[in-house]
């Protein structure tokens, strides 16, 4: 009888702990984070050939995503005309850890020169 009780009593203890773990990690589970950038580009041989390889390979070196790219419609409003880039990221601080990394930061004053960048980030919804 006793060995009853303790197998029950050991199940329940196993379930409460499981349940409070799943909680916990869906708790901590985070939306990501967008990027979105209208980049003006006023030298498309320059941007395309100098910047645009490396530019991609330190974004997805540091665990960017792209989700969109292209000319983009506007719909409403005035926005700067230019390549439209959506990039989805981990959090706030891996895009940050992107933006502000040497390599980029070197490629980036390249780019600068065959383009100006409009960029906001905004995080994402949790579903």
Do not use: C
């Amino acid at each position: 009888m006793r060995i009853r009780y303790a197998v029950a009593l050991s199940m329940l203890a196993g379930s409460v702990i499981g349940a409070s773990a799943i909680q916990t990690l869906h708790a901590q589970a985070k939306p990501p984070v967008y990027m979105v950038a209208i980049n003006e580009i006023t030298n498309q041989e320059g941007y395309t050939k100098q910047y645009l390889p490396t530019a991609q390979k330190t974004i997805k070196d540091h665990g960017g995503v792209y989700v969109a790219a292209g000319a983009g419609t506007q719909i409403d409003g005035s926005f700067p005309k230019g390549r439209v880039v959506i990039l989805r990221w981990e959090s706030m601080d891996a895009l940050n850890g992107w933006r502000h990394s040497s390599e980029y930061e070197a490629i980036r004053k390249v780019g600068e020169g065959f383009a100006k960048y409009n960029i906001v980030a905004v995080d994402g919804v949790k579903q």
